[in-house]
């Protein structure tokens, strides 16, 4: 019988050699981009000239070679420097160039920095960045505990200027809310970030607020809602949220006209505690056919089942749907496309899957404002990769007070009814 007999040691220096590849690679890469960038900068002005003649802007050697850590790992960069003699005619001083690609600054890629709020709400300290991510990425170079510590301070002096923006020129016509708990290294309490994701008009989503709140509580939510208000937030459709009283509660009061869907994935966890195991895999396929139902009306028998199959038993757990039913079905009075995103919080929920410390406990931030500042740039990060909602011009309609029977407008219905007749 034939056996595959494999190197240990072979096998180790493949893996070393195709990461030495991939920096190599990387290296190249860059240094090309680099020297593009620059050429096409020369080139762009190669019509300013001087009295006598001679180019103001030209090429002037290479600077010192620094370290950059990277996807790639760590590699090094030579970058082109160039020779700007150009005077503004505003500010009087010379014209500098500043590469895009590679900032004088720059020590670490974008995607190197994403990692950093994360692993903070992981509970990892600063001082343990370094050996941590020197040990994955080959480096330590632009990683040091100093250079965290800064950085920490910029992103909350980021977190600040976001929550004082103004919000005239934007139109929220969904959002999800929710509140994120994680512990704080150096207090006894935990740190509550009430966050609220929206859906513009063009259908894009976006972060709208993020904020240090008290257990969720009604004034936290609605001090949050008035200050979005004041700072020029229209009333939005529809809000999806947990079953949080707080919150339901706030924005009757800040803003009474905007309707209200409870999360799904909340309300089927509390349905399924408040049943055995034995029953709670019929129990949830059960939940799915309301859920998934094609429209209302078939939702609304999906319901009657559920509680004929589960209401002389377990009245308690069909209460909790029953009770709500108005409030979990409001997303049937919406576009169809966007049934799928009007569920639940997902958009909340999946950015802080790793993080949320309501079932994983961890060390924490060490402050308060550092725990918010890195929530706020974990939202920023991921919401670079977030899709727009599904039919994403509806939601213009949606705004517009468009009606909608069965996830179709009312309109395009009779139309639709005319044509096939």
Known sequence: MLRVVTDEAAGAETAWAIDEICAEGARRMLAVALEAEVDGYIQALADQVDERGHRLVVRNGHAEARTVTTGAGAIEVVAPRVNDRRVDPESGQRCRFTSSILPPWARKSPKVAEVLPLMYLHGMSTGDFAPALGEFFGSAAGLSPSVITRLTTQWQHEERAFAERRLDDVDYVYVWVDGIHFNIRLEEARLCALVVVGV??????????????????????????????????????????????????????????????????????????????????????????????????HALAATDAFAAEFGVKWPKAVAKVVDDLEVLLAFYDFPAEHWIHLRTTNPIESTFATVRLRTKVTKGPGSRAAGLAMAYKLIESAQTRWRAVNGPHLVALVRAGAHFDKGVTVERQHQDQEAAA
């Not at 513009?200 to 008035?226: H, N």
């Not at 949830?284 to 094609?294: D, K, N, T, V, Y």
């Open 200 to 297: 513009r008009a063009d259908g894009t989503k976006e972060l709208v607020a993020i904020t240090d709140g008290y257990r969720e509580s009604t004034e936290s939510w609605a001090d949050l809602l008035r200050d979005l208000k004041a700072r020029g937030m229209r009333a939005p459709v529809l809000a999806v949220g947990d079953g949080a009283l707080g919150f339901w509660a706030a924005i009757g009061d800040v803003f009474p006209e905007t309707r209200g869907q409870r999360c799904w994935v909340h309300k089927a966890a509390n349905v399924l505690n408040a049943l055995p195991k034995s029953a709670q895999p019929a129990a949830r396929r059960a939940l799915a056919e309301i859920r998934e139902a094609e429209d209302r009306e």
